[in-house]
T-cell receptor, first 115, second 113 residues
Framework: GAVVSQHPSWVICKSGTSVKIECRSL??????MFWYRQFPKQSLMLMAT?????????EQGVEKDKFLINHASLTLSTLTVTSAHPEDSSFYIC???????????FGAGTRLSVL | GQQLNQSPQSMFIQEGEDVSMNCTSS?????WLWYKQDPGEGPVLLIA?????ELTSNGRLTAQFGITRKDSFLNISASIPSDVGIYFC?????????????FGSGTRLLVRP
């Protein structure tokens, strides 16, 4: 159990366009999801907490207008990178919390390349 | 911000050897988790620890939650090539109800066949 699906796994886009990444909890409901960014050979950096039915909570230094998060259902959170630029190229990973176990389960990640 | 000190940073070992890595902090945690990440993938949960002193095994993996609630170790016995990857410790601070995790910097494991 506790499967988290993230889509797409890889996306290339032109500078100035927007990209949407989906994170789904397949076999459980997730009122809380998280979005991370990971640079090569580094640990995961928390970007924001996604709460179902309410606004996301962003970490310090993360532009909320740049990284739009929507958590409209108990099984889906989306991250939209707006007006993407090459410096937004990175590996983005989502996680969903199984509250009863107090455990985050992670998606497989999305590699974003902005040309 | 809060930090987890994870060591070693990397290990290059012979197949069949045992491996040990640990995480320490000056803060107290109520949950410790160990994840493994393969290249280009998301972290996969290995072991979850909830109580001080708890010792838990998952196949060849064994992890313990330190008695002071400030540290944890992960041991891998009789390593095999598929153990290659990056291992992260992660903890949830005592009293934090946000479900946020603080991650260690990772231990990169390479196994020589």
């Amino acid at each position: 159990g506790a499967v988290v699906s993230q889509h797409p796994s890889w996306v290339i886009c032109k500078s100035g366009t927007s990209v949407k990444i989906e994170c789904r909890s397949l076999d459980f409901q997730a009122t809380t999801m998280f979005w991370y960014r990971q640079f090569p050979k580094q640990s995961l950096m928390l970007m924001a907490t996604s709460n179902e039915g309410s606004k996301a909570t962003y970490e310090q230094g993360v532009e909320k207008d740049k990284f739009l998060i929507n958590h409209a259902s108990l099984t889906l959170s989306t991250l939209t990178v707006t007006s993407a630029h090459p410096e937004d190229s990175s590996f983005y990973i989502c996680s969903a919390v199984v509250l009863a176990k107090n455990i985050q389960y992670f998606g497989a990640g999305t590699r974003l390349s902005v040309l | 911000g809060q930090q987890l000190n994870q060591s070693p940073q990397s290990m290059f070992i012979q197949e069949g050897e045992d491996v040990s890595m640990n995480c320490t902090s000056s803060s107290i945690f109520n949950t410790w988790l160990w994840y493994k990440q393969d290249p280009g993938e998301g972290p996969v949960l290995l072991i979850a620890l909830y109580k001080a002193g708890e010792l838990t095994s998952n196949g060849r993996l064994t992890a313990q939650f330190g008695i002071t609630r400030k540290d944890s170790f992960l041991n891998i016995s009789a390593s095999i090539p598929s153990d290659v990857g990056i291992y992260f410790c992660a903890g949830q601070l005592l009293g934090d109800s946000s479900y946020k995790l603080i991650f260690g910097s990772g231990t990169r494991l390479l196994v020589r066949p």
